[in-house]
Protein backbone atom coordinates (compact mmCIF):
# COMPACT_ATOMS: atom_id res chain seq x y z
CA UNK A 1 0.00 0.00 0.00
CA UNK A 2 0.96 3.56 -0.73
CA UNK A 3 0.92 5.24 2.86
CA UNK A 4 0.80 9.35 4.03
CA UNK A 5 1.78 9.73 7.29
CA UNK A 6 0.97 13.14 9.00
CA UNK A 7 2.39 14.24 12.48
CA UNK A 8 4.45 17.22 13.63
CA UNK A 9 6.22 14.97 16.33
CA UNK A 10 9.53 13.44 13.85
CA UNK A 11 9.44 10.83 16.46
CA UNK A 12 6.16 9.40 15.64
CA UNK A 13 6.73 10.20 11.83
CA UNK A 14 10.35 7.89 12.36
CA UNK A 15 8.66 4.47 14.72
CA UNK A 16 5.58 4.44 12.41
CA UNK A 17 7.74 4.69 8.88
CA UNK A 18 9.67 2.14 9.36
CA UNK A 19 7.19 -0.34 10.88
CA UNK A 20 5.27 0.27 7.72
CA UNK A 21 8.67 -0.47 5.63
CA UNK A 22 9.29 -3.28 7.24
CA UNK A 23 5.96 -4.44 6.62
CA UNK A 24 6.01 -4.10 2.48
CA UNK A 25 4.35 -0.30 2.55
CA UNK A 26 5.30 2.68 0.34
CA UNK A 27 5.72 5.74 2.77
CA UNK A 28 6.01 9.31 2.30
CA UNK A 29 5.74 11.79 5.51
CA UNK A 30 4.51 15.13 6.20
CA UNK A 31 5.17 17.19 9.36
CA UNK A 32 3.27 20.47 7.80
CA UNK A 33 -0.59 20.20 7.25
CA UNK A 34 -0.75 22.89 4.96
CA UNK A 35 1.62 20.58 2.63
CA UNK A 36 -0.49 17.43 3.30
CA UNK A 37 -3.37 18.49 0.46
CA UNK A 38 -0.69 19.41 -2.04
CA UNK A 39 0.58 15.78 -1.46
CA UNK A 40 -3.42 14.44 -1.79
CA UNK A 41 -3.91 15.96 -5.03
CA UNK A 42 -0.33 15.10 -6.36
CA UNK A 43 -0.46 11.28 -5.31
CA UNK A 44 -2.70 8.40 -5.18
CA UNK A 45 -2.11 7.10 -1.88
CA UNK A 46 -4.11 3.74 -0.25
CA UNK A 47 -4.17 5.15 3.31
CA UNK A 48 -3.38 8.73 5.23
CA UNK A 49 -2.63 8.16 8.99
CA UNK A 50 -3.06 11.51 10.01
CA UNK A 51 -2.43 13.07 13.34
CA UNK A 52 -5.59 14.78 14.87
CA UNK A 53 -3.57 17.39 16.83
CA UNK A 54 -1.03 19.37 15.17
CA UNK A 55 0.19 23.18 15.79
CA UNK A 56 -2.15 25.47 13.42
CA UNK A 57 -4.24 22.88 12.54
CA UNK A 58 -7.83 21.15 13.19
CA UNK A 59 -7.39 17.24 12.19
CA UNK A 60 -11.32 17.08 11.46
CA UNK A 61 -11.24 20.34 9.45
CA UNK A 62 -8.12 18.55 7.25
CA UNK A 63 -9.97 15.35 6.86
CA UNK A 64 -13.01 17.82 5.41
CA UNK A 65 -10.18 19.07 3.34
CA UNK A 66 -8.91 15.56 2.55
CA UNK A 67 -12.20 14.22 1.55
CA UNK A 68 -13.46 17.55 -0.80
CA UNK A 69 -9.89 16.91 -3.03
CA UNK A 70 -10.23 12.81 -3.37
CA UNK A 71 -13.86 12.36 -1.59
CA UNK A 72 -13.31 8.12 -1.33
CA UNK A 73 -9.53 8.28 0.32
CA UNK A 74 -9.29 6.35 3.33
CA UNK A 75 -8.17 8.14 6.18
CA UNK A 76 -6.60 6.98 9.61
CA UNK A 77 -6.78 9.01 12.64
CA UNK A 78 -4.11 8.66 15.10
CA UNK A 79 -4.25 10.80 18.64
CA UNK A 80 -2.55 10.91 21.75
CA UNK A 81 -5.96 12.03 23.02
CA UNK A 82 -8.92 9.61 24.04
CA UNK A 83 -11.71 11.75 23.58
CA UNK A 84 -14.93 10.16 22.37
CA UNK A 85 -16.43 13.31 21.49
CA UNK A 86 -13.53 13.92 19.03
CA UNK A 87 -13.35 9.73 17.55
CA UNK A 88 -17.24 10.60 16.94
CA UNK A 89 -16.68 13.86 14.95
CA UNK A 90 -13.53 12.07 13.71
CA UNK A 91 -15.95 9.49 12.58
CA UNK A 92 -18.34 11.96 11.00
CA UNK A 93 -16.09 13.36 8.76
CA UNK A 94 -15.55 9.66 6.98
CA UNK A 95 -12.54 8.26 8.97
CA UNK A 96 -11.76 4.04 8.57
CA UNK A 97 -9.63 4.32 11.65
CA UNK A 98 -8.99 6.12 15.05
CA UNK A 99 -5.80 4.74 16.61
CA UNK A 100 -4.75 6.07 20.35
CA UNK A 101 -0.61 6.82 20.86
CA UNK A 102 1.51 4.97 21.66
CA UNK A 103 0.07 3.20 18.21
CA UNK A 104 -1.10 -0.22 18.54
CA UNK A 105 0.70 -1.65 15.51
CA UNK A 106 -1.42 -4.90 15.93
CA UNK A 107 -4.71 -2.90 15.11
CA UNK A 108 -2.95 -1.03 12.71
CA UNK A 109 -2.14 -3.65 10.66
CA UNK A 110 -5.78 -4.99 11.11
CA UNK A 111 -6.84 -2.22 9.89
CA UNK A 112 -4.89 -1.82 7.04
CA UNK A 113 -5.74 -5.29 5.71
CA UNK A 114 -9.27 -4.12 6.31
CA UNK A 115 -8.97 -1.29 3.28
CA UNK A 116 -7.07 -3.44 0.95
Given amino acids: ?24 HRVLTATDPQKVLEFIEANDFDVVLL ?9 IHLISRIHECKPEQSVIVMSAIEDTRVAVLAAQEGIVGYLTKPIDFGRLDKLLREIA
Fill in 1 to 24: MKILVVDDEPEILTIVSKWLNRNG
Fill in 51 to 59: DLIMPGSSG
